[in-house]
């Protein structure tokens, strides 16, 4: 009975769905977006070790410390990273007297003694300011368009810091025939729509001046900012690569003496024949 | 409940014995996991993810509850506060990313464990209520994982969230009121998270509940293992310790030694980067997917694109996708040979090695977005799947023609290792052990 019923009901989804798949699909529209989109190209970060692999690696200070230069130059216009403390800063290699100066810059919204709102200096407990009061703020300046907050920016794109490395050096002038770019809008094939409301930031090598001799160009502001951004998303990641190295070297250890163990307890079993 | 020759608890010391008159839990650990549950001599690999499936369990509740203390179940700062845990609690990552990566590896180990009891019969009787409460284990699971992925409220939360509940207003009449009152309004908001928080804090305890019903449930007849056969006599067993302590804990440590690797070298590796996007109820992303353990059922789900005998699609889908789980409840009645294990069924081995492959690219289906060739290839294996089980299975059962079956465990032991060079016909299916 059980068997005949699973028969019937079998048979019903069998038949139901197959006569689906043998229904006539629409001629898929071509679509000019995806043939467009291009994926990042793979960069050799310096966190993320030998071989790229993620495994061992740790940042670079210097490389953070200057993204962290093209972060507050050029993204900060309209980006902010609200995640981030002052003091987190401390993780690029700046002192304390460096990090109450690098604060002291910002202006935070504060009260003043009769309750009215002020400003005040920030503090290394401080996080990074907004940069727009509220997102309709920040839509009405920017034509409409939103620019995220980039703290998680790296994680919460697929390809990460490759990912944004080819954004910011992807624009192109040279728009495919018969595609549609409106006035305001950037030609880009490494965004998901190919075109992005953010125009070009990083325009002309030079446009940042390192101090540290490093070269002045587009794509070495974009590989360092990137770099910044993985550390801002991540703080944590180089702590969390020695912890794993640690932990794996000593579960290695563990297991091999497990093994052993195994081996001596299941001698008298396993008796070779 | 066990075998005659299972070995007895005896306390050792004065404490013990006053102990064991009251309250014998010595014991009763002794009997399950210790020296009193005789154990088939012959279990290989396979038989490490029910262990390793418990592991995972309270790895997942040992994080979750430290991860509660510091999680703010409210629509406006639940995102922060698991960014906070991120930055500023003390090895706060370090828990968050075993949680997260914990659910993944819990399906992992859960679907070998599921695979490896297909494979060997373990449904058969006299083992069918173990199975089926196996199977209401991965049901409560799935609704755990579940809520568990929307407390992040990330964007991939929210429209899981609205997508899944969605998945009830395709029932008729109540369908619509039913979401409503899942959600606790007309889309998931704070009254959506707040119960999901509850729900998912209480059920990994009842999972723990039936575990133990589910081990006690094993106790009765015993473990089967790879032959299928019965035991018979203590030839055949070995104390569960130390050996298959020693074993199991070998197992584990590759276990933890891969679970790091993830853990620490590739935490997101497995997760969808929208959901480091905090949700926004006015945005919808491109490409709603569920996590990569939901797949292959979310693919069954998208499968059934017609309206089929005055019934809509969207019905026909949702129907579909819980008939896909709880038609292996009646497993045990639907595959009615009594040869357990497959080493010796070789029609249905080769079944059971096409229906894996079948549940992989369904999940592969399910990953990607609803458009072709993944459609039609999952209405394909859709097909397959419900067939596998409710047509196929049953007849092969009953024409199938299977190979001998040894006399003893002790006896296909003998058979493998006695005369290795002999006997060279051993099934690739089955791993050396």
Same mark, same amino acid.
């Given at each position: ?11 019903? $989804? ?44 740790? $940042? ?7 993204? $962290? ?35 002291? @810059?910002? @202006? ?19 996080? $990074? ?114 912890? +794993? ?10 297991? +091999?003496? +497990? ?15 | ?26 014991? #009763? ?7 009193? =549950? ?32 510091? %999680? ?8 922060? *506060? ?28 859960? %679907? ?10 373990? =449904? ?52 619509? *009121? ?23 804090? /209480?059920?990994? #305890? ?36 130390? %050996? =298959? ?30 959901? %480091? ?49 709880? /038609? ?55 097909? =397959? ?33 006695? *005369? ?14």
């Amino acid at each position: 009975m059980i068997r005949l019923g699973a028969l019937a009901v079998g048979l019903l $989804f069998v038949v139901n769905v197959l006569w689906g798949a043998l229904q006539p699909r629409e001629a898929a529209a071509p679509d000019m977006t995806k043939e467009l989109h291009k994926h990042p190209h793979a960069i050799a970060w310096a966190h993320n070790g030998p071989g790229n692999l993620g495994i061992f690696g740790t $940042f670079d200070r210097g490389q953070l410390q200057r993204g $962290f230069q093209v972060y507050k130059e050029v993204c900060s216009a309209c980006h902010s990273i609200h995640r981030i403390a002052f003091r987190d800063l401390a993780d690029l290699g700046y002192n304390e007297a460096q990090i109450k100066a690098i604060a002291a @810059e910002y @202006e935070m919204p504060a009260l003043d003694n009769n309750g009215e709102p002020t400003t005040r200096k920030g503090t290394p407990a401080d996080k $990074f300011p907004l940069i727009y009061p509220n997102e309709q703020a920040a839509r009405a300046a920017q034509n409409g368009a939103l620019p995220p907050d980039l703290s998680l920016i790296i994680k919460a794109r697929e390809g990460g810091a490759d990912y944004v490395h080819s954004l910011l050096t992807g624009y192109s002038d040279n728009v495919p025939k018969g595609w549609t770019k409106p006035d305001t809008l950037y030609y880009n094939p490494y965004f998901r729509s190919v075109n992005i409301a953010m125009p070009p930031p990083l325009s002309a090598d030079g446009q940042v001046a390192y101090t540290d001799g490093s070269p002045q160009t587009v794509d070495q502001y974009a590989k360092d900012v990137s770099a910044f951004l993985t550390w801002a998303s991540e703080p944590k990641l180089e702590n969390r690569k020695e912890t +794993g190295v640690a932990a794996i070297i000593f579960l290695i250890i563990m297991t +091999g003496l +497990g093994y052993m163990s195994y081996r001596k307890v299941w001698a008298d079993v396993k008796k070779p024949a | 409940m066990s075998f005659p020759w299972a070995k007895q608890y005896q306390p050792t010391s004065a404490v013990g014995k006053w102990m064991d008159e009251r309250l014998p839990l010595t014991r #009763f650990v002794f009997n399950a996991l210790g020296p009193g =549950y005789p154990t088939p001599k012959n279990l290989n690999a396979f038989y490490n993810f029910g262990v390793l499936a418990g592991v995972a369990l309270v790895i997942q509740i040992i994080t979750g509850v430290v991860l509660a203390m510091h %999680y703010a179940a409210n629509t406006g700062i639940a995102f922060d *506060s698991v960014e906070h845990i991120m930055r500023d609690v003390n090895g706060g990552w370090m828990l968050r990313y075993m949680h997260a990566v914990g659910a993944s590896f819990f399906f992992g180990v859960v %679907y070998i464990h599921i695979f490896r009891g297909l494979y060997y019969g373990s =449904y058969k009787p006299p083992r069918e209520v173990l199975w089926m409460l196996g199977l209401v284990i991965f049901l409560l699971m799935m609704a755990t994982a579940f809520m568990g992925y929307v407390l992040v409220w990330g964007q991939m939360s929210f429209w899981g969230a609205q997508v899944i509940t969605g998945l009830f207003s395709a029932l008729p009449v109540v369908g619509t *009121s039913i979401q409503t009152w899942l959600l606790g309004g007309f889309s998931p908001d704070n009254a959506t998270l707040n119960r999901f928080f509850s729900l998912h804090y /209480l059920l990994p #305890f009842v999972i723990f509940g039936v575990i133990i019903l589910h081990v006690w449930a094993l106790h009765i007849p015993g473990s089967n293992n790879p032959t299928g056969v019965d035991v018979k006599s203590e030839a055949d067993t070995v104390p569960f310790h130390p %050996y =298959y302590t020693a074993k199991d804990f070998v197992g584990l440590g590759v276990y933890l030694i891969i679970f790091s690797a993830f853990v620490f070298f590739m935490p997101n590796s497995l997760g969808e980067p929208d959901n %480091y996007i905090p949700a926004n109820p006015l945005s919808t992303p491109p490409h709603i997917v569920p996590e990569w353990y939901f797949w292959p059922f979310y693919a069954i789900l998208r499968a059934f694109t017609t309206d089929f005998l005055g019934v809509p699609a969207k019905l026909w889908g949702v129907l579909a996708m819980f008939s896909s789980i709880l /038609l292996l409840f009646l497993l045990p009645w639907l595959d009615t040979s009594p040869v357990r294990s497959n080493n010796y069924r070789p029609l249905s081995r080769l079944l059971f090695w096409v229906f894996v492959v079948v549940a992989v690219v369904l999940g592969v289906c399910g990953g990607k977005p609803a458009e072709e060739p993944w459609v039609r290839l999952s209405q394909v294996l859709t097909a =397959y799947y419900f067939a596998h089980f409710l047509i196929i299975l049953p007849i092969v059962s009953k024409l199938e023609k299977t190979k001998p079956l040894p006399g003893s465990i002790s006896e296909a032991v003998l058979a493998k290792y006695g *005369s290795k060079a002999a006997g060279g016909a051993a099934p690739a299916a089955q791993p050396a052990e």
